[in-house]
């Protein structure tokens, strides 16, 4: 199920490289309470939108970064 996340979040983050709308990267979390994600080796303690109510260790999610938001985990990529 892991790589079948992956492989979505690889479909979207396309989309938002095509759309212009800021860089974003998947994720995955290492650990919730403080939420920490692994991007590309680099664990970071990271804030998330409210609707990702529920992180968990495994998570494949999410990152937008913006010059003026910083990194924000906007959710959880699951998979079809």
């Given at each position: 199920?892991?790589?079948?996340?992956?492989?979505?979040?690889?479909?979207?983050?396309?989309?938002?490289a095509d759309?212009?709308?800021?860089?974003?990267?998947?994720?995955?979390?290492?650990?919730?309470?403080?939420?920490?994600?692994?991007?590309?080796?680099?664990?970071?303690?990271?804030?998330?939108?409210?609707?990702?109510?529920s992180p968990?260790?495994?998570?494949?999610?999410?990152?937008?970064t913006t010059?003026?938001?910083?990194?924000?985990?906007?959710?959880?990529?699951?998979?079809?």
């Open positions: 199920m892991a790589d079948a996340a992956r492989d979505l979040a690889t479909t979207l983050l396309e989309k938002f759309s212009g709308s800021g860089d974003v990267r998947a994720g995955t979390v290492t650990a919730a309470s403080p939420l920490t994600v692994d991007i590309a080796g680099t664990a970071m303690q990271l804030p998330r939108l409210a609707s990702y109510a968990a260790v495994g998570d494949v999610v999410l990152v937008l010059s003026r938001a910083g990194w924000t985990v906007l959710g959880k990529v699951l998979a079809p």
